[in-house]
């Protein structure tokens, strides 16, 4: 089923309940860049996240080197942002949390 693309305006209130998520310059989407300890740690991550986007029928562009893991999300179909995107990158969020260096953690927080 097609996603309904979110206004503007709620694309900016759900960012501001995010940590970390920029809006890309075009609107149509958002990314954040996670480090971690180790590229094992990196490799968890994106494993839990990608079960997580099995289960919402909803996959992230991702991009890693070593123990840091870029990620866009953005709903092709519906051209540009839906409540999916928000809902796997809280989850995304959630996953990172017990994986991430304590320096990272409080950077993670502001």
Sequence with gaps: MKQEKLSPETVTENLHKMDGWVLAED????WKTFRFK???EAF?????CALAAEKFGHHPEWFN??????VTLTTHD????TELDFKLAARMDRAAAGRMPDHMKEAHLK
Excluded: A, P, Q
């Design 38 to 40: 180790s590229f094992v």
């Design 65 to 70: 080197v070593y123990n840091k893991v870029d």
């Design 78 to 81: 519906s051209g540009g942002l």
């Design 27 to 30: 609107g149509l989407s958002i």
């Design 44 to 48: 968890g991550f994106m494993s839990e």
